[in-house]
T-cell receptor
Framework: GQNIDQPTEMTATEGAIVQINCTYQ??????LFWYQQHAGEAPTFLSY????GLEEKGRFSSFLSRSKGYSYLLLKELQMKDSASYLC??????????????FGKGTHLIIQP | EAGVTQFPSHSVIEKGQTVTLRCDPI?????LYWYRRVMGKEIKFLLH????????ESGMPNNRFLAERTGGTYSTLKVQPAELEDSGVYFC???????????????FGAGTRLSVL
C-alpha cells in the first residue's frame, strides 16, 4: 500500500520561513504534488516534483529526494494569507489507479503576527 | 479561463435518498477525477475518466455509487441510496494529460459537501 505522512499542524510568524515535511512510501513513484487549501475552497496547485532536487516558484519552493521518500515545501516571507492547509500528494502506478493521487492528511499552517 | 466547477456546493439529504453531484472540468481537459474526503481523513481517490471512458474506478466504495461522463464533458456522481457514512466532501479534478510533465497537473474544484442525516 501507500502511506504519506506530514505534520498535522505548524505555527509560524509573519515574515519568517517555514518548512513543511512530507514522507511517503510507495512503489511506481511518478511525481509529488503540493496543494494549498483554504477552508471551504478548492485545493490549489502549488508545485510538482518528479526528479530529485529543488523547484522554486516565487515565495514557494519544493524539494524532492526519491531515494529517501521525502519532500518538503518551503514558504518564505510568510504572509497572513498563507494560513491554510498544505496537502502533500503522490502520483504512482500502484495506488489510486494509474493516475489518481494519494494524499496525506494535510498540514494546517497557522501564521501569527 | 474557468476552473473546475462543482454543483451543488452543499447538499443535505436523508438516509436512503438519492443525490447527484455534478462536475464541469476545465475546457479541453480529457481527464476527470473524483475524490472524497470524509471527516478527519485524507482526500481519497474514487475514479478517473479519460473522455467518456472509465480509466480506473478502483476507489469507488461500493455499487451505490455511479459515475458517468456522457459525451466526455461534464460528469455526474450519483449516490443511491445514500448512507450515513457517505457524508463528506466530494472533489472533482481535471487534467489535460496524464504523462510526465506539467500537463498532468490536476486542478480541483471547491467540492460538494454532502451531509446524510
Amino acid at each position: 500500500g501507500q502511506n504519506i505522512d506530514q505534520p498535522t499542524e505548524m505555527t509560524a510568524t509573519e515574515g519568517a520561513i517555514v518548512q513543511i515535511n512530507c514522507t511517503y512510501q510507495t512503489s511506481g513513484f511518478n511525481g509529488l504534488f503540493w496543494y494549498q487549501q483554504h477552508a471551504g475552497e478548492a485545493p490549489t496547485f502549488l508545485s510538482y516534483n518528479v526528479l530529485d532536487g529543488l523547484e522554486e516558484k516565487g515565495r514557494f519552493s519544493s524539494f524532492l529526494s526519491r531515494s529517501k521518500g521525502y519532500s518538503y515545501l518551503l514558504l518564505k516571507e510568510l504572509q497572513m494569507k498563507d494560513s491554510a492547509s498544505y496537502l502533500c500528494a503522490v502520483r504512482s502506478y500502484s495506488g489510486g489507479g494509474a493516475d489518481g493521487l494519494t494524499f496525506g492528511k494535510g498540514t494546517h499552517l497557522i501564521i501569527q503576527p | 479561463e474557468a476552473g473546475v466547477t462543482q454543483f451543488p456546493s452543499h447538499s443535505v439529504i436523508e438516509k436512503g435518498q438519492t443525490v447527484t453531484l455534478r462536475c464541469d472540468p476545465i475546457s479541453g481537459h480529457d481527464n476527470l477525477y473524483w475524490y472524497r474526503r470524509v471527516m478527519g481523513k485524507e482526500i481519497k481517490f474514487l475514479l478517473h475518466f479519460v473522455k467518456e471512458s472509465k480509466q480506473d474506478e478502483s476507489g469507488m466504495p461500493n455499487n451505490r455509487f455511479l459515475a458517468e461522463r456522457t459525451g466526455g464533458t461534464y460528469s455526474t456522481l450519483k449516490v443511491q441510496p445514500a448512507e450515513l457514512e457517505d457524508s463528506g466532501v466530494y472533489f472533482c479534478a481535471s487534467s489535460q494529460d496524464t504523462g510526465a510533465g506539467t500537463k498532468n497537473i490536476q486542478y480541483f474544484g471547491a467540492g460538494t459537501r454532502l451531509s446524510v442525516l
